[in-house]
C-alpha cells in the first residue's frame, strides 16, 4: 500500500513564501523603474511622436498642419533622398563585409595565447574610445594631398596617391576606410566567440586535417555563427546611421558632388538648416522601417546558417 504524500494547504510556510515571492516581485519592478521609465520617456514617446509628427507640415515656426502622406510624397521625388540611398546603400553593402572579415582575422589573431595578448586587445580597442570628430580630422590629415603621411609613403614607392576627399570616385571609399579603423568591439565580440569553442573539438580538427584552412571552414566558422549574426545585424544597422564622419568629410552637402551625401546627413539638413521637422520625422520613420525589415530578414534567414550548441537540426 502507498502512503500519501502530505498536502502543503496545512503548511504554514506556505503563506509566507508567498508573502515572501510578492516581496521579491515588488523589490524587482522598483529597480527596474527608473530604467523603465526612461524607455518610455525617451524612447516609446519620442517613436510615437515621431510617427505622428510625419504626417504633418511643422517648420518649429508655427503649429503643425496635417497633410497625411504629403510628407512621404515629397520624399518620392526628392532627388537629395535617392543620392543619400544610392551613397549608404554603397556604404552598407561594402563596409560591413569588410568589418567581418578584418574583425574575425583580428580576434583569430589575439586568441593565439601570448604574453602579449592583453597589450594588443587594448591597443585594437583604443580607437573606438577616440570621439568621430576626432577620429575623422586626423583621418584627414593623414590623407592631406602633398602632406599627409598616406601620400608620402605612396609617393616615396612611386605611386601617384589620388584625391582622397575631392575626388568623386574616391571619396565615398575614403569614407569607407575610415569606418575601417574602430574595429575594436566587433573584434572583442568575435574573441569571446573564439574562446567559447570548445578545446575537444579544437584539438579533434587539429588531428583530424592539419590544414588550418579546412579547420576554419568547417569548425571555426560553423562555431561562431551566433557571433557573426550579431556583429552582422549591429554592423547593418550603424551602416544606415553613419553622421559624424560623413558630416566632417563632406559636409551638409556631401562634397564631393554628393559622393559622401549619407542619409543621416540628409535629415539633419531638413531637420536643423531649413526647420522642416515634419519632413525630418517622416525620413526618420523610412529609415526606421527599412532597418527593421533589413533585421527581420536576416533573422528569417539565419534559421539556415547560424549553428546553436545544443540544438537540434
Do not use: C
Amino acid at each position: 500500500m502507498v502512503a500519501e504524500l502530505p498536502s502543503s494547504a496545512g503548511d504554514p510556510r506556505g503563506p509566507r513564501r508567498k508573502r515572501a515571492g510578492r516581496s521579491e516581485a515588488r523589490a524587482g519592478v522598483l529597480f527596474a523603474l527608473p530604467w523603465m521609465t526612461a524607455l518610455v520617456v525617451f524612447t516609446f514617446i519620442p517613436l510615437v511622436l515621431t510617427f505622428v509628427i510625419a504626417q504633418a507640415k511643422f517648420q518649429i515656426a508655427g503649429p503643425p498642419k496635417w497633410i497625411g502622406w504629403g510628407n512621404y510624397e515629397a520624399m518620392w521625388k526628392d532627388s537629395a533622398i535617392w543620392a543619400s540611398v544610392r551613397v549608404t546603400a554603397t556604404y552598407a553593402l561594402v563596409s560591413v563585409p569588410i568589418k567581418l572579415v578584418l574583425a574575425l582575422g583580428l580576434a583569430m589573431f589575439l586568441n593565439r595565447a601570448t604574453a602579449l595578448s592583453g597589450f594588443y586587445r587594448t591597443i585594437f580597442y583604443l580607437p573606438f574610445l577616440m570621439p568621430a570628430v576626432a577620429g575623422s580630422i586626423v583621418f584627414m590629415l593623414l590623407l592631406t594631398p602633398g602632406a599627409g603621411p598616406v601620400n608620402l609613403i605612396l609617393g616615396a614607392f612611386g605611386l601617384d596617391p589620388p584625391d582622397w576627399l575631392k575626388d568623386p570616385h574616391v571619396a565615398l571609399w575614403t569614407l569607407i576606410m575610415l569606418s575601417l579603423w574602430p574595429l575594436g568591439v566587433e573584434t572583442l565580440v568575435f574573441l569571446g566567440g573564439l574562446q567559447n569553442i570548445p578545446k575537444e573539438i579544437s584539438e579533434a580538427a587539429d588531428l583530424d586535417s592539419p590544414r588550418a584552412w579546412h579547420k576554419l571552414v568547417w569548425i571555426t566558422l560553423p562555431m561562431i555563427t551566433p557571433v557573426i549574426l550579431f556583429n552582422m545585424v549591429i554592423g547593418i544597422i550603424s551602416s544606415f546611421q553613419v553622421f559624424t564622419q560623413a558630416l566632417v568629410i563632406g559636409g551638409t552637402t556631401g562634397a564631393p558632388a554628393e559622393s559622401t551625401l549619407m542619409y543621416m546627413v540628409v535629415l539633419y539638413r531638413a531637420a536643423f538648416r531649413y526647420f522642416n521637422v515634419g519632413y525630418a520625422a517622416a525620413m526618420a520613420t523610412v529609415l526606421f522601417v527599412t532597418v527593421l525589415l533589413l533585421t527581420l530578414l536576416i533573422f528569417r534567414t539565419a534559421k539556415s546558417w547560424v549553428y546553436y550548441e545544443g540544438e537540434g537540426r
